[in-house]
């Protein structure tokens, strides 16, 4: 029989091979059993928690960036923050559903780790049964600072030195890097643990395949209307091949089906709101899912610069993503030029 390669035994390999930290194991093995949990509720939906009547519709309050809070927004982010905060791994957690960063309670021990979260990614999706996910991002905490102070978190993500998701469809897996190429694990639920089921993944450079809510056409600025306009083109076009698309509204999903068979996908800038550089947030999106998609040959942007390369000034910034297959993203920021 083949030996099934547990997460802990990846981890342990991944610790003699490259010296990985025991105590950045210990963060993984955590994120993973919060993962775990938060699949168990998705998979109820409505059945979950009895009488409470389910994980699935809104909540009436709108978190820091002035979204409508689902319920499952706050179930999940709650599994998080109460799983890591007494391991003696981390300094500070911060949260797209976290006004402000928090601290690891007086009771626990302080590590030296700090972890980002989108507790749940593609909230339009919780209640029409579509694929969601769960993307995280690891920091080393700076020397000297306090955890509940945003600077602590400002790096740019290119100091990340683990992310992943965990997508949530018709099975659960876990992607992670931890900066030595992507694996990744399917859970299973009948003894609970997540199994290595790809090992090494790669992003096609090549693609036909392309990624973006169509309806924000008239908002966005010149250069992506061009290239879009040049993939509807098709074969008789610029391009001389015919594209297909997808968008699913979850980019976990998104990035999902790009580390399987290749895409690109973007999120870019759009004249609705001027001020904000774009919808989706630096530190808890598009770094790590950067970072995954560099590690699996693939490229990310904001059309401009590596967005791994970007420095925050805020916790909560927006920024303009474009990333997949290395090829197409490079096209696409070269129109940028
Ligand atoms: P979140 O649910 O964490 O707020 O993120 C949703 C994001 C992203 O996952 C997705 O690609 C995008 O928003 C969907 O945006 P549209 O509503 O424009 O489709
Ligand atoms: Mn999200
Ligand atoms: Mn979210």
Redesign the pocket.
């Known amino acids: 029989m083949k030996m099934r390669i547990s997460l802990t035994h990846y981890l342990i390999r991944s610790e003699r091979a490259h010296g990985t930290d025991p105590n950045l194991r210990l963060l993984i093995e955590t994120v993973a059993r919060a993962v775990k949990t938060i699949s168990h509720a998705v998979g109820k939906g409505a059945l979950w928690g009895g009488n409470e009547g389910g994980v699935l519709g809104s909540l009436g309050s709108t978190n820091v960036q002035g979204?409508t809070q689902k319920k499952l927004?706050v179930i999940a982010n709650e599994i998080l923050v109460e799983a890591n905060e007494w391991g003696g791994h981390l300094a500070g957690m911060a949260s797209?559903e976290m006004d402000t960063p928090v601290g690891i309670p007086v009771a626990y021990p302080r590590g030296h780790y700090l972890l980002l979260f989108?507790p749940?990614?593609?909230?339009?999706n919780v209640d029409v049964n579509v694929s969601i996910g769960t993307i995280f991002s690891v920091l080393p905490a700076p020397a000297g600072m306090s955890e509940d102070d945003d600077r602590a978190f400002l790096q740019p993500g290119r100091n990340q030195v683990c992310a992943g998701y965990a997508v949530y469809g018709p099975q659960t897996v876990l992607v992670l890097t931890l900066g030595h190429g992507v694996v990744a694990f399917t859970l299973d639920r009948d003894t609970g643990s997540f199994v290595l089921t790809q090992e090494d993944i790669r992003i096609p450079a090549d693609t036909k395949e392309f990624a973006i809510?169509m309806s924000?056409r008239r908002h966005w600025a010149q250069p992506v209307q061009r290239y879009i306009d040049e993939c509807l083109a098709g074969r008789t076009g610029p391009r001389g091949k015919d594209f297909n698309m997808r968008?699913i509204?979850?980019?976990?999903a998104?990035v999902h089906r790009i580390m399987q068979r290749g895409g690109i996908f973007l999120?870019p800038w759009d004249k609705r709101e001027p001020d904000k550089p774009g919808?989706?947030r630096l530190m808890y999106?598009a770094n790590p899912m950067a970072m995954l998609v560099e590690q699996a040959g693939g490229m990310a942007t904001d059309g401009r610069q590596r967005i791994l390369n970007i420095e925050p000034t805020q916790l909560h910034q927006r920024v303009s993503v474009m990333l997949g297959s290395r090829n197409e993203v490079e096209y696409v920021t070269g129109l940028h030029r």
Do not use: I, Q, R, T
């Open positions: 979204e927004d797209e989108d749940l990614d593609g909230s339009s809510n924000n968008w509204a979850s980019m976990v998104e999120y919808k989706l999106e």
